[in-house]
């Protein structure tokens, strides 16, 4: 399965990806990183893979669509289609229906927060804030708001006594990078299905 990713920081879920894909428990192909940041750490962890990268700076755009096309453009030249996914992994922007247009029911999403709970750029602190006992993190189909659209998985992580949001985070991101390989590898076998908001995991074949 060809995939395009996006990121803005740190990537840790792009690495994540691309170690399943180096043990060879991951079927998918990194055909491109795109960063709107220039000094995205993610950037760096593609180069060392040799996958190709791409930055595109939101601010160089007027609109949100103008951005979006551009992006779309780069993720196809670099051969990632409808029959594609694009996967969001820490990428800050909301896209348009432009974006979602192009590649539709095909953009995944990871979000520190079991949603509808917690969404935001703060999901893990406003969990911790809030005092829940439980959070932890959702991989889900993106539409046009943002951390919202059909949820594929969701994995719990124990809230603990006094901790913070940036220990919550740090345990929930581990997590993350458990079931955003997971989702993914169901889209490579094609066992997504959408049924409405309903995501529907189809058995394996064998
Ligand atoms: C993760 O917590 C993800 O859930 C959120 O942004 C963070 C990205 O981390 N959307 P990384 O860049 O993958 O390390």
């Known amino acids: 399965l060809p995939?395009?990713?996006?990121?803005?920081?740190?990537?840790?879920?792009?690495?994540?990806?691309i170690d399943r894909i180096e043990a060879g428990v991951l079927d998918v192909e990194i055909k491109l990183v795109i960063s709107n940041k220039t000094d995205?750490?993610?950037l760096e962890r593609a180069r060392k893979h040799?996958?190709?990268?791409?930055?595109?700076?939101?601010?160089?755009?007027?609109?949100?669509?103008?951005?979006?096309?551009?992006?779309?453009?780069?993720?196809?030249?670099?051969?990632?289609?409808k029959g594609g996914v694009v996967v969001m992994a820490g990428f800050m922007r909301i896209v348009t229906h432009v974006f979602l247009g192009a590649f539709e029911n095909r953009?995944?999403?990871i979000h520190p927060a079991l949603l509808p709970s917690f969404p935001g750029v703060h999901g893990?602190?406003?969990?911790?804030?809030?005092?829940?006992?439980?959070s932890g993190c959702t991989v889900?189909?993106?539409?046009?708001?943002?951390d919202h659209g059909p949820v594929i998985i969701q994995a719990a992580v124990p809230c603990?006594?006094?901790?913070?949001?940036?220990?919550?985070?740090?345990?929930i991101l581990k997590m993350e990078h458990r079931v955003f390989p997971q989702a993914l590898q169901w889209l490579a076998e094609g066992r997504l299905e959408i049924d409405e908001r309903f995501v529907r995991l189809k058995p394996a074949n064998k």
């Open 50 to 81: 040799d996958i190709p990268t791409r930055v595109l700076l939101h601010t160089d755009y007027d609109s949100r669509e103008a951005f979006d096309t551009d992006m779309v453009h780069a993720i196809r030249e670099s051969g990632v289609d």
């Open 160 to 171: 603990l006594p006094g901790e913070g949001g940036d220990a919550l985070g740090s345990r």
């Open 107 to 109: 953009v995944i999403n």
């Open 124 to 134: 893990q602190g406003d969990a911790a804030e809030y005092g829940v006992k439980i």
């Open 140 to 146: 889900h189909f993106v539409d046009e708001q943002m």
């Open 40 to 42: 995205a750490y993610g």
């Open 3 to 17: 995939i395009a990713v996006l990121v803005s920081g740190s990537g840790s879920n792009l690495q994540s990806i």
